[in-house]
């Protein structure tokens, strides 16, 4: 079935660690891709997206996700995690087929807590 | 600018009322999106506009659902009759058209009681 997975429902860090969050996508063509990020009471904030191209891409607060087209992963990963990156991280895809695209697919959510 | 504003924040009303939910885009910005936020369901898009003209509804869950956009600077997404089950967060967004981009606002946190 085509879909959006992030396999980790909940990840605990500890501050100043490195992160990865991981997510994978199920659909026949490389969709584009994002991850964003939602803090508490707060809506959705792009961290970063990737449409073509050089496959590691760099985001805002210091993130960077890399495609991988023979997994069909796009992960996210931060070299040292700060308490105020606690959040609720999201990866999107949109489909792009024949010229037509469709809209945001969300996958169901990494929540991260960070331990001081 | 301010960012996609949504009105009210909260709101809690009883099972068969109105509920009417607000939105204000960013100015420029020519799609506006309503998503769904559950714990079941994760964020499901229901309707997105574009020129204020509805171009896909097939996310709304059924008729006591609807959503206008009379202009370039408001919408509203309008539950008549209201059920326990709709209660979630709704979540507007907008953006200027570039995929995947959009802008939301801090939601409406709905509880039907």
């Known amino acids: 079935a085509q879909s959006v997975t992030q396999p980790d429902i909940h990840i605990t860090v500890s501050e100043g660690a490195s992160l990865e969050l991981r997510c994978n996508y199920s659909?026949?063509?490389?969709?584009?891709l994002f991850w964003y990020v939602q803090s508490p009471g707060q809506g959705l904030q792009l961290l970063l997206k990737?449409?073509?191209?050089?496959?590691l891409v760099q985001g805002i607060k210091g993130f960077e996700a890399e495609f991988k087209r023979s997994q069909s992963s796009f992960n996210l990963r931060k070299p040292s995690v700060h308490w105020s990156d606690a959040a609720e991280y999201f990866c999107?895809?949109?489909?792009?087929?024949?010229?037509?695209?469709?809209?945001?697919?969300f996958g169901k959510g990494t929540k991260l807590s960070v331990k001081p | 600018d301010a960012g996609v504003i949504q009105s009210p924040r909260h709101e809690v009303t009883e099972m068969g009322q109105e509920v009417t939910l607000r939105c204000k885009p960013i100015?420029?910005?020519?799609?506006l999106f309503w998503y769904r936020q559950t714990m079941m369901r994760g964020l499901e898009l229901l309707i997105y506009f574009n020129n204020n003209v509805p171009i896909d509804d097939s996310g709304m869950p059924e008729d006591r659902f609807s959503a206008k956009m009379p202009n370039a600077s408001f919408s509203t997404l309008k539950i008549q009759p209201s059920e326990p089950r709709d209660s979630a967060v709704y979540f507007c967004?907008?953006?200027?058209?570039?995929?995947?981009?959009?802008?939301f606002g801090q939601g409406t946190r709905l509880t039907v009681v």
């Open positions: 659909y026949g063509a490389t969709p584009y």
């Open positions: 999107a895809v949109v489909l792009n087929y024949g010229g037509s695209q469709g809209n945001l697919i």
């Open positions: 967004a907008s953006s200027s058209g570039t995929p995947g981009e959009a802008f």
């Open positions: 990737y449409f073509s191209g050089d496959t």
């Open positions: 100015s420029g910005h020519d799609y």
